[in-house]
């Protein structure tokens, strides 16, 4: 089973900056590799897939980069509604893993 | 427009049994895979199994395999998750969802998860 891990497990930030999310799979994933925003109450929003592509209707402020195990989303001038936590999710190989996630908060 | 609607929480016993359903909407049912994921209270999303409606081919994640058993009924769109006897440590809010995305009129492949459902919440008292 692949492992992903996330780093931070929380990161503060001011609204206006950027946030940078790391998120690192155990053995290649080929780019397959997810993300996803979940808010208090709420299910899951799918940000970006196949490491680097945007889901209809994203802003462009959010985006995904990286290659091998090591991905990064990065959210560039924080908006209030951007405050959640994230996780990665590879799907590669079988079973598909989550990270265990990093809260992004004021 | 895609939707997953999910059943309505649950309030359980342990050692009771337990099917929940998620009833699709808005796109070929039979096409794509849907997925389960638990969140336990406070913690992180993780993959339980994914069923292809088409011909029930159904995968488990090995912390999952024996525990629940995933199944689907093609006539009414509906996939479920079911349990035959409930732990306290199933407590958690259970998600279905839709593999790959829809744009426009067209859907696509691929094991990521663009629609969700509701969640629902099972508790399971000791």
């Known amino acids: 089973e692949i492992v992903m891990t996330q780093s931070p497990a929380t990161l503060s930030v001011s609204p206006g900056e950027r946030a940078s999310l790391s998120c690192r799979a155990s053995q290649t994933i080929n780019s397959k590799l997810a993300w996803y925003q979940q808010k208090p109450g709420q299910a899951p929003r799918l940000l970006i897939y196949d490491k680097s592509t945007r889901a209809t209707g994203l802003p462009a402020r959010f985006s995904g980069s990286g290659s091998g195990t090591e991905f990064t989303l990065t959210i560039n001038s924080l908006q209030s509604e951007d405050f959640a936590v994230y996780y990665c999710q590879q799907y590669n190989n079988w079973p598909f893993t989550f990270g265990p996630g990093t809260r992004v908060e004021i | 427009e895609v939707q997953l609607v999910q059943s309505g929480a649950e309030v359980k016993k342990a050692g009771e049994s337990l099917k929940i359903s998620c009833e699709a909407s808005g796109y070929n049912f039979n096409a794509y895979w849907i997925a389960w994921v638990r969140q336990m209270p406070g913690k992180g999303l993780e993959m339980m199994g994914v069923?292809?409606?088409?011909?029930?081919?159904?995968r488990y994640s090995p912390s999952f395999q024996g525990q629940v058993a995933i199944s689907v009924d093609k006539s009414t769109r509906t996939a479920y998750l079911q349990w035959r006897s409930l732990k306290a440590s199933d407590t958690a809010t259970y998600f279905c969802?839709?593999?790959?995305?829809?744009?426009?009129?067209?859907?696509?492949?691929?094991?990521?998860?663009?629609?969700w459902g509701q969640g629902t919440l099972v508790t399971v008292s000791s």
């Open positions: 069923v292809f409606p088409g011909d029930s081919d159904t």
């Open positions: 969802a839709k593999e790959g995305y829809c744009s426009g009129d067209s859907c696509h492949s691929g094991e990521f998860f663009e629609s």
